[in-house]
């Protein structure tokens, strides 16, 4: 699973990058490990939590992504316009302000290794996720005076706030590059837009330069000092 992931992300971000725009048509294509029902209130609803897949209806290539815009909606027999965006979103919550984006990079970095090894662990990882969007605390019980709550079912309740918890304490590397893909010019039968959504690629770390013991540079002085020697004696 986590090669698939990869690689469907990759191909999406080398398409982008050949292409050299940020527009995408895409289709849902399926959930990339199964869902769980949820009951969410404030805002009151019930709604499928989990990884699904998007194609590309260009280039034909699957990505997998997390819905950040629980009131949007993605309908199975309709394609979207989404442009990939640096400040998300300007359609819905507003993440830069909110501080949502910090939160989320620290839930994918602490906790995305694991996110799709089944339906429940998918649906709790949405679930922080939108968390990390609507409120601005690290726990999605019932009871806890949070702007987003939600109801418990088959352990997303605890999988979601088992995330958030690894999230608030993490501090390591960055493990995860995040790409923001907002819906525009979207028209659901129903007048709903399109949901805004994240995707996410492999964080390569930045490669440090080893300082050469001091031993090292004697060693390259020695033999620079002989090849100058065997030029003199050849000349």
Same mark, same amino acid.
């Given at each position: ?125 949405? #679930?922080?996720? $939108?968390?990390?969007? %609507? ?6 019980? /019932?009871? !806890? =005076? @949070? ?25 390591? #590397?960055?493990? $995860?590059?995040?790409? %923001? ?6 028209? /659901?039968? !129903? =007048? @709903? ?43």
């Amino acid at each position: 699973m986590n090669i698939k992931r990869l690689t469907a992300a990759a191909l999406f971000a080398t398409a982008m990058t050949a292409s050299g725009a940020s527009a995408l048509t895409l289709k849902f294509d399926g959930w990339a490990n199964g869902y769980k029902t949820v009951d969410v209130q404030t805002p009151a609803l019930s709604n499928a939590a989990g990884a699904f897949k998007m194609k590309d209806t260009v280039t034909m290539d699957s990505l997998v992504v997390f819905c950040l815009d629980i009131l949007g909606k993605i309908y199975s027999n309709k394609t979207y316009n989404y442009a990939e965006t640096a400040t998300p979103f300007g359609n819905s919550v507003d993440l830069t302000a909110n501080g949502g984006i910090g939160r989320i990079q620290k839930i994918f970095d602490s906790g995305y290794d694991t996110a799709l090894t089944n339906n429940v662990t998918s649906a709790g990882f949405q #679930v922080a996720l $939108w968390n990390a969007v %609507y409120d601005n605390d690290w726990s999605v019980s /019932n009871g !806890d =005076g @949070s702007f987003f709550e939600t109801s418990s079912n088959g352990g997303v309740r605890a999988t979601a706030n088992a995330y958030l918890s690894a999230a608030q304490n993490y501090a390591g #590397v960055q493990k $995860w590059d995040l790409t %923001y893909l907002e819906g525009y010019n979207n028209t /659901n039968p !129903d =007048g @709903s837009r399109a949901q805004n959504l994240v995707t996410a690629t492999a964080y390569l770390q930045p490669l440090a330069s080893v300082p050469l013991p001091a031993g090292g540079l004697m060693l390259i002085g020695a033999l620079g000092s002989l090849v100058a020697m065997r030029r003199r004696k050849t000349a």
